[in-house]
């Protein structure tokens, strides 16, 4: 079945520095790549996504970029402030949605 | 507009007891999914329902585990005879269409086996 892995599991950042997270899955069927954000003892809220037909995506401080031939997508966060501290999922989805195992940002302030 | 509402938020269990949860979907939303989330780990499918329907439940452990989707009514996740193994924070997510692409998960539901 689809596999999703993600890099790093615990990311540490000053405040104002970027932050990368980086995602690959298996399935070359898969054309719709969402990210989600999971703060402490709270369900996790889609925060940006991108469909196979595109390369790149922004939205503020946040973008997304997406490699079909590499099977690579990646998280990027520009200007990191204290509240962008939280677990970060990447998921993808072929026939269904998988997830990533998450990543811990956390934002030095 | 209210979003994916889950209850109990918290709940405990002896094991043995059985555990009930619910999940009613967004206004709109046909479509419902559970994830379970083991603590330090992501987010793993258990299954997708329709309303009256299963459609998908690969994730499903085999045995003491349920789901349902009334025509009335939330969606429940049934655990039978709770072991401590199924201590987990327990998501709901519901889907405007069959794609399940766009999903959105309510504040989830932690069981606790004692």
């Known amino acids: 079945g689809e596999n999703v892995e993600q890099h790093p599991s615990t990311l540490s950042v000053q405040e104002g520095d970027s932050a990368v997270i980086k995602c690959t899955y298996s399935d070359s069927a898969s054309n719709y790549f969402p990210w989600y954000k999971q703060e402490l003892g709270k369900g996790p809220q889609l925060i940006i996504d991108i469909r196979s037909n595109v390369g790149e995506k922004k939205d503020q401080r946040i973008a997304v970029t997406l490699n079909k031939t590499a099977k690579h997508f990646s998280l990027h966060i520009t200007e990191t402030q204290p509240e962008d501290s939280a677990v970060y999922f990447c998921a993808s989805y072929g026939n269904k949605l998988v997830f990533g195992a998450g990543t811990i940002l956390r934002v030095k302030s | 507009n209210a979003g994916v509402m889950q209850n109990p938020r918290h709940l405990v269990r002896r094991r043995g007891q059985e555990a009930r949860l619910r999940c009613s979907p967004m206004k709109g939303h046909s479509h419902v999914y559970w994830y379970r989330q083991l603590p330090e780990e992501g987010l793993k499918f258990m299954v997708y329902l329709q309303k009256e329907n299963i459609i998908d439940e690969s994730g499903m452990p085999k045995e003491r585990f349920s789901a349902e989707f009334p025509k009335e009514g939330p969606s429940i996740l049934r655990i039978q005879q709770v072991v401590r193994g199924d201590s987990a924070a327990y998501f709901c997510?519901?889907?405007?269409?069959?794609?399940?692409?766009?999903?959105?998960f309510g504040e989830g539901s932690r069981l606790t086996v004692l």
């Open positions: 997510a519901s889907s405007p269409s069959d794609r399940g692409r766009e999903l959105f």
